[in-house]
């Protein structure tokens, strides 16, 4: 079973560029998270998707940052237009929704590493 | 607000050295659920352990042990005997009152661990 995969692995624009990361969930796999890691400091949650509704998007940094997850497959994330501290490392996590029950576990891609100059 | 807390920001032991990786954690929630993620070089998080509140029986897997105490706030990670494939940065991770569709973790900062050979 393939695993989450994002889309570009590394990319690096210059302030005011616009860029836009691509994350492919597990197969199932109806939650879809988005996190960032800033240089040296925690991961931290951006938003989640469960299907293609958004369910909380209280990590969005500001309104240059747009996600969408349209038929509830793929999801993309468009910086827009992109500034330095925007730099860090996305990543994507997947995992199968719990009604009631357990948490899942989340897996997660390989990230993509964004290099704002 | 949660917060989980890594203290050890980097720790270097030689090769069949056992370590332990500290992880304390800041919650107002009963229900609760904690993890621990492996990143190696390759960069993807992977998934090694979930454990929910209401189980504080520690867990053994292979040379990977947890040591769970609700009473200090730890989930604290041992590895035994250890070995340069054990080099990574380990993340420990909450996430509180698994609600349909809102299973958001928090982070701590991780721990930058090196296995010597």
């Known amino acids: 079973e393939a695993g989450v995969t994002q889309f570009p692995s590394h990319s690096v624009i210059e302030k005011g560029q616009t860029v836009t990361l691509r994350c492919d969930p597990i197969s199932g796999h109806d939650n879809l998270y988005w996190y960032r890691r800033v240089m040296g400091k925690e991961i931290k949650f951006l938003l989640h998707?469960?299907?293609?509704?958004?369910?909380?998007e209280s990590g969005m940094p500001n309104n240059r940052f747009l996600a969408e997850r349209t038929g509830g497959t793929y999801s993309t994330l468009k910086v827009q237009p992109a500034e330095l501290e925007d730099s860090g490392v996305y990543f994507c996590?997947?995992?199968?929704?719990?009604?009631?029950?357990?948490?899942?576990?989340?897996?997660f891609g390989p990230g993509t590493r964004l290099t704002v100059t | 607000a949660q917060k989980v807390t890594q203290a050890q920001t980097e720790i270097s032991v030689v090769e069949k050295e056992d370590v332990t990786l500290d992880c304390v954690y800041e919650t107002r929630d009963t229900t609760y659920y904690l993890f621990w993620y492996k990143q190696p070089p390759s960069g993807e998080l992977v998934f090694l352990i979930r454990r929910n509140s209401f189980d504080e029986q520690n867990e053994i897997s292979g040379r990977y042990s947890w040591n769970f105490q609700k009473s200090t706030s730890s989930f604290n990670f041992t590895i035994t005997a250890s070995q340069v494939v054990d080099s990574a940065v380990y993340f420990c991770?909450?996430?509180?009152?698994?609600?349909?569709?809102?299973?958001?973790?928090?982070f701590g900062t991780g721990t930058r661990l090196t296995i010597i050979p």
């Open positions: 991770a909450l996430s509180e009152s698994p609600n349909f569709g809102n299973e958001k973790l928090t």
């Open positions: 996590a997947s995992s199968q929704v719990s009604v009631g029950g357990p948490t899942y576990e989340q897996y």
């Open positions: 998707f469960v299907k293609e509704s958004k369910q909380d």
